[in-house]
């Protein structure tokens, strides 16, 4: 059942989005420091003009974005459960969440061609370069760098909800459901009524967690685990508006404890001025293009890496035609020149 704790983000964004609302309030007023004279991301970058006639559309419009791409990782002993790649466009406002299956198949040198253990989920407590190792791997599969990680315990998700007072949401039918195989027997049940109503901490893990009922007269997601990721995203974008709303230094000490990450306390106050302005509706979540698929004795998820460029090109405005061609004029050109 871990696994469907892919809801981890939510903490995140409350960390990042609101806890920095919060920081920045603290700050502004109990600190000397001026949250306005620090600045994230605009590093010199005059000694590289010569070297942009090489590069392409996508590279230069890489290098000239104002985006942030953070790894979110929810960790399940020494395996990432969880994977999501957020990307945060700080001209634009608008906010991009990847998830990355944990059956996404990677392949290491070393291990067997088709072993569990290359599958993406291993990176992380197999490689002696632990979060580092998976943001490579993350990079090489998606094509987008990765600025920075925050990974997440699972208890975070009740400590950020409570402390925004709760979520409102609307459930879309009696979620039932009784484990047989938790330890002790029986231990977590899901047992969250339908309607309108202020969800918290506890409520949150079942509501989240569920996917199916295994006990007769009450319903399951008709579409499985397609529901319930619906129902994950419209909790999260309630959260996030209603986090938005809230300058709550409490908020930080009630999700730092579950959090770690290389962002610092200069990042995150740089990040609170580009916040400002961010809706919900300039959030958009996605799953990494690909699909299933028997290799060996294992269930593996194959990327496709043509519709993750289409991906990567739509999310940094560049058009993949027009590169396209362009490239192919250039390869004319050289063809004429070496007849």
Do not use: C, W
């Not at 002993?77 to 790649?85: A, E, K, N, Q, V």
């Amino acid at each position: 059942m871990k696994q469907f704790f892919k809801i981890f983000i939510f903490s995140f964004i409350i960390f990042s989005l609101v806890a920095t609302t919060g920081i920045y309030t603290y700050t502004k007023y109990l600190s000397p420091i001026d949250p306005d004279d620090i600045i994230i991301g605009e590093e010199d970058n005059s000694e590289d003009d010569d070297d942009d006639s090489a590069q392409t559309p996508l590279e230069k419009a890489m290098k000239d974005s104002k985006r942030i791409n953070v790894l979110l990782v929810g960790l399940e002993g020494p395996r990432s459960d969880t994977i999501m790649l957020a990307s945060y466009d700080r001209k634009t406002k608008e906010a991009n969440i990847i998830s990355i299956p944990r059956d996404t198949y990677y392949y290491r040198e070393g291990y067997e061609k088709y072993s569990d253990v290359q599958k993406i989920n291993a990176v992380y407590g197999m490689e002696k370069e632990g979060i580092q190792a998976l943001m490579k791997a993350v990079e090489e599969l998606t094509g987008i760098p990765v600025d920075n990680y925050v990974t997440i315990e699972y208890d975070g998700l009740k400590a950020a909800v409570n402390a925004v007072g709760g979520v409102e949401f609307e459930v879309p039918f009696h979620m039932r459901y009784i484990d047989p195989y938790d330890n002790p027997p029986h231990g977590f049940v899901i047992n969250v009524p339908a309607g309108k109503q202020l969800i918290k901490g506890d409520k949150a893990l079942e509501l989240l967690r569920f996917r199916k009922s295994n006990i007769d007269g009450y319903r399951s997601y008709p579409n499985g685990d397609l529901g319930r990721v619906q129902t994950q995203q419209q909790f999260i974008k309630a959260a996030v508006k209603k986090s938005l709303s809230l300058k709550l230094p409490s908020v930080i000490s009630a999700v730092y404890p579950h959090v770690k990450t290389d962002l610092t306390l200069s990042d995150m106050l740089g990040l609170t001025k580009d916040v400002i302005g961010f809706s919900t509706e300039n959030l958009e979540t996605i799953t990494l293009p690909g699909t299933d698929r028997m290799l060996g004795k294992y269930s593996f998820y194959l990327a496709d890496g043509e519709k993750i460029t289409e991906l990567v090109y739509d999310m940094y405005n560049v058009n993949l035609t027009a590169n396209s061609e362009d490239a192919s004029n250039e390869d004319d050109s050289v063809a004429h020149a070496n007849e």
